[in-house]
């Protein structure tokens, strides 16, 4: 391992949480990532090489493993952490998949590198129902799905909490880049709702606490009709809530409920941040506190369209045994 600039773990540029690897670091993290990559099975589902990856992420530099760790901690007011300068070369990817529900099942220098970033965190899960249960799932544009309200459209995607419906929904979204789009227009937005609530009253802000939306599950989970619990928006701490929305599959129950969820709407709107991700830019949002979404871009399906790479980490992962079986990290079903 190099030597180390002391402390400053995150550095807050213009109100965002970045941290760029120095090169001492990345050179670090890639011998890391590549000695993963080349073990056992070289798969990234499999659990004996997942138990390298949980053994070697504890070897990640020190910088790096503080920055996690405060950010495990606290995700502070914008609830999210960009990590810049990721072992991600664009001159040896494969062309960017094209089709519906691409995964990266072999352990890639950049997945592994992924993986060992988020498994410091905590443990990676996946959805059965969601990419085959992969844990490294492709988010890359398809033809013909250009309207979809999901990762494979490439139209303004709205913003939300990932996978809001579920018991089990991720702590944290890892996203990172391996290709831009070719007109570097595609920004990933965020929006945190500790930035949001001070711009909404009391009087919204208790309405948004109460039972009175639902938000429905993709056709994909199959739930039967009814399914959905009423629930609130707001959860926990009234003065520093949770939030579970998604201004897609979320409805209100009522006027006023509507009134509060379009005040909400705007407050987010007014304090969100559009990141234009690199090649080797990982960015981790906080799911229980900031929504996701993307602007638009124009896909041309030449193999050089924008690709990310995604994964799921929960703190807890004990919570969601009962829909795990054999202990894996796949999540069946849902509790309902
Ligand atoms: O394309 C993006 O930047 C985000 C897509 C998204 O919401 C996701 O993959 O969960
Ligand atoms: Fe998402």
Not at 66 to 80: K, V
Not at 96 to 106: I, K, L, N
Not at 213 to 240: Q, R
Request: with cysteine; net charge negative; aromatic share 6%.
């Amino acid at each position: 391992m190099g030597s180390y600039m002391k402390t400053n773990v995150t550095d807050v540029l213009g109100g965002e949480s970045v941290l760029t690897l120095s090169d001492a670091e990345r050179a670090d993290l890639t011998e890391l990532a590549s000695s993963l990559a080349a073990d056992g099975s070289r798969e990234v589902d499999d659990p004996n090489w997942l138990a390298t990856a949980r053994e070697l992420c504890c070897q990640l530099p020190p910088r790096l493993a503080s920055s996690l760790r405060r950010f495990t901690w606290d995700s502070g007011p914008e609830a999210f952490l960009l990590l810049r300068g990721l072992p991600v070369d664009e001159t040896t990817l494969p062309p960017t998949p094209t089709v519906a529900g691409s995964v990266q099942r072999e352990a890639s220098v950049p997945a592994s590198a992924l993986v060992l970033v988020a498994m410091a965190m905590g443990e990676l899960v996946a959805f059965d129902k969601e990419k085959a249960g992969a844990l490294v799932q492709d988010v890359v544009p398809v033809h013909g799905m250009e309207e979809f309200q999901g990762n494979a459209g490439s139209v303004v995607l709205s913003m939300h909490v990932e996978n809001a419906f579920h018991e089990h929904r991720p702590d944290y979204v890892g996203l990172m880049c391996l290709r831009n789009d070719h007109d570097r227009v595609a920004g990933l937005r965020l929006s945190s709702v500790r930035n949001a609530l001070p711009l909404l009253s009391d009087e919204v802000r208790s309405v948004l606490h109460e039972p009175r939306y639902v938000t429905a599950a993709p056709p994909s989970f199959d739930l039967p009709p009814g399914a959905d619990e009423p629930h609130g928006i707001l959860t926990g701490s009234p003065e520093d809530p949770s939030i579970k929305v998604d201004f897609h599959a979320t409805v209100p129950g009522d006027e006023v409920a509507a009134a509060a969820m379009s005040s909400l709407r705007k407050a987010l709107d007014s304090v969100c941040r559009t990141l234009t991700l690199e090649p080797g830019d990982l960015a981790f949002a906080d799911n229980r506190l900031v929504l996701h979404g993307r602007t638009a871009f124009e896909p041309r399906y030449d193999g050089a369209d924008r690709w990310l790479q995604r994964v799921f980490v929960h703190l807890d992962f004990r919570r969601s045994r009962p829909l795990r079986r054999g202990g894996g990290h796949v999540i069946t079903g849902t509790d309902r």
